[in-house]
């Protein structure tokens, strides 16, 4: 059902119909001369999952805010239908103030919790002869808090606060971490319920447990969704939609990733088929203009137009960069890198404990674990940015070691990306022989010619990380040390870095949330499990994570043979000392079996009440509780029961 809206235009009102949930006009945003985007349209329904898929630098954050509503395009319109929630998650939440979390949660001017608050006031004046305007309100509140799910609200909070590991309630919000920020900000917008949930890059900062999490939560959930994201295999799992902005222009894709990736090569086949065919074209008419140098009156008027638009189109194909992405590295020595009996350790947190090791020639290695066991201190082991307290790290002489931290490194702002690129190496030699420039090599990680003349300070985040990467990779090292280097990165760009390091001959060593980029690079795991211990897994992310199902499947399975089993014992057991009820036993036996009887039945009762629609929330309240005690009391009474029963 579509919402008539009025909207303010240039000084005017007008009426707009929004599709279903939102409907987006033909809008448009530039800064200075740079255009993000021009006349984008587009729609999102109830239960739709759209992901924005765009290079670095095209606006996607920028897109998202302004569908939010967090900033304003230039032009056209954003209408949502009326009453519609929604809520953001920013790429990198901030919370101002210095509370603690516990004081944070209570004073968060959620919806849910200030409807909860408005329904306490309004119950308690369902007790004071309330007047026909406050039972009113009361019913509606009722209302509310049973569409928003707002009865369960403090179970919810204690159950997210728990799976998100915020479990230091005392611990002030800023001195949280990059990733309990995130997780906080996302635990308090799944708290309010909304009908539209606008994610950018929901799953930077997140470890692979709580990213798979998130995307089994949102795959199973009826909540519509509109989100930026880099990770390709949450892309594929969670959404039906994809909006991929491209050279100013919107395509619709109603599918998921791999769909989204069919038509769009699909596409690009018929676009250069179409090229091919203009070009050809524009040679006959190149011939016939030149033939004809004075035969420009009217009639050949349109032969001169359709010359000019043959002309766009044939210039209108894509330049790809065809370079041999197969850098040229330092020769790597018989020994690389070597660990001996290596331990680190923060205070009680136990990083590595005897951890040895040595690395070969070729290695690709992925390290996992959960946040806080210390992946990115091991890199800085490695890389000789963190002494070991005891033990030996002995790198080999020819050892090269390129380090791509999170923490980045500071540009000047003013510096141009070219000349950034042109002071580590004008030349960039490759693995065949051939050498590219700096530009050229630019060029490869989608830095045109044009754009290598921008300064710093224009760069989005996305593209001061990728030159970031770049200033990495052009020094030609033969030992790659990644920490989460997806973050931030367009899918182009990923596609790009991909096949550079698949053709990289040194070792890799990397820390990633990625799971598509885990599976494509790394053939075996380094697994942090905690308390400075590291186990070696040989094979790939999907087969550790099948793996680990695998365990976790046959744990649970063996505790229930031991359950069983030990049943089996106890009943032997009570079967060698059976003997008959005494007097006493007796009587107790037979009183049991009339409380429980008793007890069912007010189960039942306070059971057809709560189902019968009462709306006074003090009585619901007690109600619930009674039921909670009466299942307690049945459970330690039917205990009783079978123990005298087994007696005879």
């Not at 074209?281 to 638009?309: H, N, Q, S």
């Not at 367009?490 to 040194?506: A, H, Q, S």
Request: net charge negative; proline share 2%.
């Amino acid at each position: 059902m579509a919402y008539n809206r009025i909207i303010k235009k240039y000084g005017q009102y007008h009426y707009f119909r929004p599709m279903n949930y939102l409907s987006v006009d033909r809008i448009s945003k530039s800064f200075g001369e740079r255009i993000l985007f021009e006349n984008v349209s587009m729609g999102l329904s109830k239960g739709d999952k759209m992901a924005l898929i765009a290079p670095n630098g095209a606006g996607k954050s920028t897109l998202l805010k302004i569908l939010a509503g967090k900033e304003s395009a230039d032009s056209g319109e954003v209408a949502y239908r009326q009453n519609l929630k929604v809520s953001f998650l920013n790429q990198d939440p901030e919370f101002k103030g210095h509370l603690k979390l516990s004081e944070f949660i209570k004073s968060a001017h959620s919806d849910t919790l200030k409807l909860i608050e408005a329904y306490h006031k309004a119950a308690e004046k369902q007790a004071e002869n309330p007047s026909p305007e406050e039972q009113k309100e009361f019913e509606n509140l009722s209302h509310d808090m049973e569409e928003k799910n707002a009865w369960d609200y403090d179970r919810q909070l204690k159950s997210l606060i728990n799976l998100f590991g915020l479990d230091d309630l005392e611990m002030e919000i800023s001195a949280l971490s990059g990733g309990q920020k995130k997780r906080l900000a996302l635990a308090m917008l799944l708290l309010d319920n909304p009908d539209l949930i606008v994610l950018d890059e929901p799953t930077n900062h997140l470890d692979i447990e709580m990213i798979e999490w998130l995307e089994e939560y949102l795959s199973a959930s009826h909540i519509s969704l509109l989100m930026v994201t880099h990770d390709r295999y949450f892309l594929d799992r969670v959404c039906n939609q994809i909006l991929e902005l491209e050279d100013q222009k919107v395509y619709i894709h109603k599918g998921n990733y791999s769909y989204y990736l069919e038509k769009k090569a699909s596409r690009e086949e018929a676009q250069a088929a179409e090229v091919a065919k203009a070009k050809q074209l524009m040679k006959k008419e190149l011939e016939w203009i030149r033939r004809m140098p004075k035969a420009r009156g009217t009639k050949a008027k349109y032969r001169i137009d359709a010359f000019e638009a043959t002309k766009n189109k044939a210039k209108s194909g894509k330049k790809e960069v065809d370079f041999n992405l197969e850098a040229k590295m330092q020769r790597l020595g018989g020994k690389i890198l070597e660990l001996k009996k290596v331990s680190k350790a923060f205070d009680d947190l136990k990083i590595l404990n005897d951890f040895t090791y040595t690395f070969k020639k070729g290695e690709r290695i992925g390290v996992v674990g959960p946040n806080g066991v210390g992946k990115s201190t091991f890199l800085n082991l490695i890389a000789g940015e963190l002494q070991a307290e005891s033990g030996k790290i002995i790198p080999g002489q020819t050892l090269s070691i390129g380090y791509y931290t999170q923490r980045g490194i500071r540009f000047k702002e003013e510096d141009k990306m070219i000349d950034i690129i042109t002071k580590i190496a004008e030349v960039i030699e490759m693995a065949d022989g051939s050498k590219v420039s700096a530009s050229q090599f630019l060029n490869m990680f989608h830095f045109p010619p044009k754009q290598q003349q921008t300064p710093v300070s224009k760069l989005s985040g996305g593209e001061k990380r990728r030159l970031y990467l770049l200033t990495v990779l052009i020094k030609n090292p033969n030992f790659l040390i990644l920490d989460e280097p997806t973050n931030d990165l367009d899918i182009l760009t990923l596609n790009r870095l991909e096949e550079f390091l698949l053709n990289f001959k040194g070792c890799l060593l990397m820390v990633s949330h990625d799971r598509y980029f885990m599976d494509k690079l790394v053939d075996h795991l380094f697994v942090f499990e905690g308390e400075g211990k590291v186990r070696d897994f040989n094979g790939s992310y999907s087969a550790y994570r099948e793996d680990l199902l695998d365990r976790k499947e046959k744990e649970e399975k063996a505790k229930a043979e031991k359950k069983v089993e030990n049943a089996g014992v106890k009943a032997k057991d009570i079967e060698k000392s059976k003997k008959k009820r005494s007097y006493k036993e007796q009587i107790e036996f037979e009183a049991l079996e009339k409380e429980i009887e008793n007890l069912e039945e007010e189960k039942a009762e306070l059971e057809a009440s709560l189902s019968s629609g009462i709306e006074d929330y003090e009585k619901i309240t007690k109600i619930s509780e009674r039921i909670s005690e009466i299942i307690d009391l049945l459970d330690e009474k039917m205990l009783r029961w079978l123990e005298l029963d087994e007696l005879g």
